[in-house]
T-cell receptor
């Protein structure tokens, strides 16, 4: 699976949009981008994933650049409960893939300020 | 989505003993995995729990130390054997349908070895 690079920490004001970047410059054509978050003392929570198109769900939006070498997770109206470590994970699926667990990096510690 | 529960939620064990952690999913799933999260660190995949056959272990993890069972499509156990203080970690179970789909995580079992 491709390696990802994320800033170790970010701050965001409550009520504002939180934009979390992820670099995955070695991503290959059959690799998906997944985002998870881990709130303190809880198991990781799935947020969103995508292949090449932008995706949106009730939690967040995922913007993937046209060359797929980077992506941004957007939390549109951050609340204090969004304070967590956010993990960007690139994972292959397709022939020979799809059965493996996830490879977690160090993630971004997002702190929402009141 | 899948709801995952783990037992016990936490335990304090003596060096040299073994602990079995149970993972229950509320629906049938194709894939189940076990992860370890050492203090202050990210998650590391231990193994894939295969239904009806031996688990597939990641580099650095062996069956004698972390025997895993998966008797059906909703249940798995992880045993931490002959424990030492270095085994003090959070152990997490995850499950999913494989392919490009998301994985869901349990709340974790916090193990302290004295």
């Amino acid at each position: 699976d491709a390696k990802t690079t994320q800033p170790p920490s970010m701050d965001c004001a409550e009520g504002r949009a939180a934009n979390l970047p992820c670099n995955h410059s070695t991503i290959s054509g059959n690799e998906y981008v997944y985002w998870y978050r881990q709130i303190h003392s809880q198991g990781p929570q799935y947020i969103i994933h995508g292949l090449k198109n932008n995706e949106t769900n009730e939690m967040a939006s995922l913007i993937i650049t046209e060359d797929r070498k980077s992506s941004t997770l957007i939390l549109p109206h951050a609340t204090l409960r969004d304070t967590a470590v956010y993990y960007c994970i690139v994972r292959v699926w397709g022939a020979g893939g799809g059965a493996d667990g996830l490879t977690f990096g160090k993630g971004t510690h997002l702190i929402i300020q009141p | 989505s899948a709801v995952i529960s783990q037992k016990p939620s936490r335990d304090i064990c003596q060096r040299g003993t073994s602990l079995t952690i149970q993972c229950q999913v509320d629906s049938q799933v194709t894939m189940m995995f076990w992860y370890r999260q050492q203090p202050g660190q990210s998650l590391t995949l231990i193994a894939t729990a295969n239904q009806g056959s031996e688990a597939t272990y990641e580099s650095g993890f062996v069956i004698d130390k972390f025997p895993i069972s998966r008797p059906n499509l909703t249940f798995s156990t992880l045993t931490v054997s002959n424990m030492s203080p270095e085994d003090s970690s959070i152990y997490l179970c995850s499950a999913g349908q494989g392919g490009p789909y998301e994985q869901y995580f349990g709340p974790g079992t916090r193990l302290t070895v004295t």
